[in-house]
């Protein structure tokens, strides 16, 4: 089946210092990946939705400044966040439409990122 | 917009008892409905689906039949054993032909004790 490899699984880092997650589709091609970030016990809010070719779109109150996202193949999308602070620890997960199945828009989820910032 | 409104957790249980989450959704037309599954420390996987109304989606013991009169999407499971535990999500997704963005509910956390 469909894969979503995401990386890395957990990161460390120090405030004010950039960093970057790979979300990579396998055995598909993924002209559309969403990232989606978790608060703890709340459900996911999407982020934004990356585009191969073209700028990303980015919901409401999201700053694109502050989270930037590259689509650079058909394949991979990374989200960098930059000059993390505490408050952006969180757990982000990438997502890929990876088909439609029994006429249902079928969503392939990475295993999510654990972001710490000291 | 679309909404999933979905029970609140957590649900603690004992091995072997009947589980039932229920999930409500608002949407306009035909949303095909989903539940995905969350183990700790990982991603979401899709755990079953179900596309038109009266369907029954089915995974690993788990059902959940398509309500349209009711709105309706509740996960049920007649004996959960201790490996269930984990985050549930009841979802949505236009079926509109292409890709639409899918919308979450908030998840129930389930807790099943031995």
């Known amino acids: 089946g469909a894969v979503v490899s995401q990386h890395p699984s957990r990161v460390i880092c120090k405030s004010g210092t950039s960093v970057k997650i790979e979300c990579r589709s396998l055995?598909?091609?993924?002209?559309?990946m969403f990232w989606y970030r978790q608060f703890p016990k709340q459900s996911l809010m999407l982020m934004a939705t990356?585009?191969?070719?073209?700028?990303?779109?980015?919901e409401q109150g999201v700053e694109k400044d502050k989270f930037l996202i590259n689509h650079a193949s058909l394949t991979l999308s990374t989200l960098t966040v930059t000059s993390a602070h505490p408050e952006d620890s969180s757990f982000y997960i990438c997502?890929?439409?990876?088909?439609?199945?029994?006429?249902?828009?079928?969503?392939?989820f990475g295993a999510g990122s654990r972001l710490t910032v000291l | 917009g679309d909404s999933v409104t979905q029970m609140e957790g957590p649900v603690t249980l004992s091995e072997e008892a009947f589980l039932t989450i229920n999930c409500t959704y608002t949407?306009?037309?035909?949303?095909?409905l989903f539940w995905y599954v969350q183990y700790p420390g990982e991603g979401l996987q899709l755990l079953l689906k179900?596309?038109?109304?009266?369907d029954k989606g089915s995974n690993k013991g788990f059902e959940a039949t398509y309500r349209k009169e009711t709105t309706s999407f509740h996960l049920e499971k007649g004996s959960v054993q201790v490996s269930d535990s984990a985050v549930y999500f009841c979802?949505?997704?236009?079926?509109?032909?292409?890709?639409?963005?899918?919308?979450f509910g908030i998840g129930t956390k389930l807790q099943v004790i031995p």
């Open positions: 055995d598909f091609q993924a002209t559309t």
């Open positions: 949407a306009t037309g035909y949303p095909s």
């Open positions: 979802a949505l997704s236009p079926t509109q032909g292409g890709y639409q963005k899918v919308t």
């Open positions: 179900a596309t038109k109304a009266d």
């Open positions: 997502s890929a439409p990876s088909g439609v199945t029994a006429g249902a828009n079928v969503l392939t």
């Open positions: 990356s585009n191969e070719g073209s700028k990303a779109t980015y």
